[in-house]
């Protein structure tokens, strides 16, 4: 056994462009790949010419590509998919979770990472903090993490339910002793979707969203066990946005995602994580937890090796 006590948290940022990230000014998400690792890939699915939608979209094919092996995933790119990936390490064909409806999930199947790791040791504490309240009610985030702090950005407002997840999150972090945490901020998106990703509400948005981020990495920091725990850090993006706003599609912009891994106090000199995928961060985070992926469950994910 290690001396030191693993533990990794996942912060999930909504429609994150990632060209965006690198030309808008975001100090904590910076230096957390500048002294980490990360990469962007494409995500495998999605359809041309996709309205912008936030509803239950039509199912549409994603076109094979060379290398696909003929696999061809139905789902639209949009955060239904991405979030379920992220969680599950599986692909939509796979969860099920095509569009923002959640008609066919197979969460029972296919549970989230933190499901997962309570599972395989069940005395880790795993918690989440999200404002898509969708992912409760379907069960991507499912009823066996030990804490799920929910709540509905579409009652709340998109940027006052990130201040609210960010500050539940940070006082968690403070105050109790959890191993795995996933953290989801989604006002990027909102904003994306009315406005587009280049414009000054979009910068304010990352803005915060970085600011949130550096409190909860303050949090980390700052606890009495520090000295004795190794934390790692992921962030990373359901899907992209076309540049008037909206998602759903093929387009380069829709598809790119990225991943961010950082060991604190470690420096990995901001190398590539070559073309780490949404289906990555559950199995790198069970990895970090010392849960063995079991290739029973089928998952499309590895574990990322910064
Ligand atoms: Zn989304």
Redesign the pocket.
């Known amino acids: 056994m290690s001396a030191f006590s693993s533990k990794v948290l996942v912060i999930g940022m909504?429609?994150l462009r990632f060209d965006r990230l690198i030309a808008l000014d975001a100090p904590v998400l910076a230096g957390l790949m500048s002294s980490g690792a990360y990469g962007t890939s494409k995500l495998p699915y999605g359809e041309a010419g996709t309205p912008r939608t936030e509803s239950p979209g039509e199912v549409v094919p994603k076109t094979p590509e060379p290398g696909d092996g003929g696999r061809v995933i139905r789902s639209r790119t949009?955060?239904g998919p991405?979030?379920s990936s992220i969680a599950t390490g599986a692909w939509p064909d796979k969860h099920g979770v095509v569009d923002n409806g959640f008609a066919s999930a197979q969460f029972a199947k296919y549970p989230d990472f933190l499901t997962r790791a309570k599972t395989a040791r069940p005395h880790l504490t795993t918690s989440a903090f999200f404002s898509w309240a969708a992912l409760a009610e379907h069960g991507a985030f499912g009823p066996s993490i030990d804490r799920r702090f929910v709540l509905d950005g579409y009652a709340v407002g998109w940027a006052e339910a990130d201040a609210q997840v960010a500050d539940a999150a940070e006082r968690h972090l403070s105050e109790d002793d959890p191993d795995a945490v996933f953290v989801y901020l989604g006002d990027t998106?909102e904003v994306a979707h009315d406005l587009g990703p280049h414009c000054p509400e979009y910068a304010a948005a990352l803005k915060a969203q970085d600011a949130y981020l550096g409190r909860l990495l303050d949090a980390i920091r700052a606890r009495p066990a520090y000295p004795g725990e190794r934390w790692t850090v992921l962030v990373t993006t359901?899907?992209g946005h076309v540049d008037e706003g909206g998602?759903g599609g093929t387009t380069d912009e829709e598809r790119t995602v990225f991943v961010i891994v950082n060991r604190l106090g470690e420096d990995l000199g901001g190398r590539s994580l070559g073309a780490p995928r949404l289906v990555d961060v559950g199995p790198t985070a069970l990895a970090v937890l010392g849960v063995a992926l079991d290739p029973a469950w089928d998952l499309d994910g590895v574990p990322l090796e910064p």
């Open positions: 909504d429609g949009d955060s991405g979030w998106d359901d899907h998602h």
